[in-house]
């Protein structure tokens, strides 16, 4: 099994509103990534999980919350998004092994948010 | 800063070859990744240099000088499929999971 797999595939939200976004990969890989991608541009890195444990935080607006309750599952929590939130959220990734040489990230179909 | 450039657009013929550059300049370097990204869907990996020279995967290869903060993917015998956009990615240093992603690359294959 070599997917990541997302849910929701699209998520309409108000901005009082709490959702929840999850990711979910059976591969064994001990990093965990969010990206954020808005129209015609390049992914940009959120959050990083290693070894369950958070390791990167992209000074990321407190009304996105990252939890990962064990190594196959990432959650992306959202609470009082603004409409510039709005874009497609890449789940992503990768073996994790300290000093492996390779790594290269497997992505997952993304969540289209729209937040009005 | 962290500045990784590509050309934003290509257009090519099917059958003919396109070389697509990424330059870039990071605190650090740990791998460069080529990534291919159709419109609406996820990136998927094509491949990887961390050492200088090239790398061949069937119709793809892939060139790294790190002196030149230079790297290239080249496709050959284009196909219509090959219309994405095509993304090189920075790993910034061993043992973290910090990737910077360029700016992208439009590949735009004409019949």
């Known amino acids: 099994d070599t997917e990541v797999t997302q849910t929701p595939k699209h998520l309409v939200m108000g901005m009082t509103n709490k959702k929840s976004l999850k990711c979910e990969q059976h591969m064994g890989h001990r990093a965990m990534y969010w990206y954020k991608q808005k129209a015609k541009k390049p992914p940009e890195l959120m959050f990083v999980y290693s070894y369950e444990k958070l390791s990167i935080n992209e000074s990321v607006p407190s009304r996105f919350s990252p939890e990962c309750p064990n190594s196959s599952l990432l959650n992306l929590h959202l609470h009082a998004l603004q409409p510039e939130d709005s874009a497609l959220y890449l789940c992503?990734?990768?073996?994790?092994?300290?000093?492996?040489?390779?790594?290269?990230?497997?992505f997952g179909p993304g969540t289209r948010l729209t937040v009005l | 800063g962290q500045n990784i450039d590509q050309p934003t657009e290509m257009t090519a013929t099917e059958g003919a070859i396109v070389q697509i550059n990424c330059t870039y300049q990071?605190?650090?370097?740990?791998?460069l990744f080529w990534y291919q990204q159709h419109a609406g869907e996820a990136p998927t990996f094509l491949s990887y240099n961390v050492l200088d020279g090239l790398e061949e995967k069937g119709r793809f290869s892939s060139f790294l000088s790190r002196s030149k903060g230079y790297s290239y993917l080249l496709l050959k015998e284009l196909q219509m499929k090959d219309s994405a956009s095509y993304l090189c990615?920075?790993?910034?240093?061993?043992?973290?999971?910090?990737?910077?992603f360029g700016t992208g690359t439009r590949l735009k294959v004409l019949a």
């Open positions: 990615a920075v790993r910034l240093t061993s043992g973290t999971y910090k990737y910077i």
């Open positions: 990071t605190s650090g370097f740990n791998g």
């Open positions: 992503a990734s990768s073996q994790g092994a300290f000093g492996s040489s390779y790594n290269e990230q497997f």
